[in-house]
């Protein structure tokens, strides 16, 4: 079992910065792939960005490239995920998740453990 805790969340203007953060306990051990979704009232989960266990490897959804950037403490068991320039449409629940999986998966099907979520909310 992993257990999934996302931080960091809030209200912001547009244009300004938040950071996520995702402490994973439980199974960590055994490397996992950490992802960050988002999900908006009335639409459907949507992939943000993911990480490999090392950090070499990462990937963002486009609409987030240049502009989102996800990071890992493993020593610390935590994952980040920088968001700047934020617009209002980036107003969304923002899960966590972790896989073990041998790609890394930019579908929240692909993910075996997920946080409770944290409300970001960006004003125009």
């Known amino acids: 079992q992993v257990q999934l805790v996302e931080s960091g969340g809030g209200l912001v203007q547009a244009g300004g910065s938040l950071r996520l953060s995702c402490a994973a306990s439980?199974?960590?051990?055994?490397?996992?792939?950490m992802g960050w979704f988002r999900q908006a009232p009335g639409k459907e989960r949507e992939f943000v960005a993911a990480?490999?266990?090392?950090?070499?490897?990462?990937y963002y959804a486009d609409s987030m490239k240049g502009r989102f950037t996800i990071s890992r403490d493993n020593a610390q068991n935590t994952v980040y995920l920088q968001m700047n320039s934020l617009k209002p449409e980036d107003t969304a629940v923002y899960y966590c998740?972790?896989?073990?999986?041998?790609?890394?998966?930019?579908?929240?099907?692909?993910?075996?453990?997920w946080g409770q979520g944290t409300q970001v909310t960006v004003s125009s």
């Open positions: 439980g199974r960590t051990f055994s490397k996992p792939i």
């Open positions: 998740a972790a896989t073990w999986k041998s790609y890394i998966p930019s579908n929240s099907l692909g993910y075996d453990y």
């Open positions: 990480i490999s266990w090392t950090g070499g490897r990462t």
